[in-house]
């Protein structure tokens, strides 16, 4: 099973340290997460230091379905 995360914010907190964990505790059971992040945020710079997979993706805000759709 593949899983799409989408995280607009710019910084790392609860929310965003959430999601990373999901994505950490779902690889040993055969999931494949996948992280789209706006460029140059917290996140994405998290995503890449734990090794985990992430596009960067200039989303224009938090519902922004056309460019997560397009991503797809």
């Known amino acids: 099973m593949r899983i799409l995360h989408t995280e607009s ?3 790392l907190g609860g929310q965003e340290l959430r999601v990373l ?3 950490e505790d779902l ?10 992040a706006r460029p140059g945020t917290d996140i ?4 890449i230091h734990r090794w985990l997979r992430v596009h960067a993706v200039a989303l224009r805000g ?8 397009n991503f797809m």
Not at 27 to 36: A, I, T
Not at 44 to 47: K, L, N, Q, S, Y
Not at 62 to 69: A, F, G
């Open 62 to 69: 938090s519902v922004d379905n056309e460019t997560v759709t």
């Open 27 to 36: 690889r040993p059971h055969g999931f494949e997460s996948v992280l789209v």
């Open 44 to 47: 994405e710079r998290e995503e």
């Open 21 to 23: 964990m999901e994505m």
């Open 9 to 11: 914010s710019k910084h």
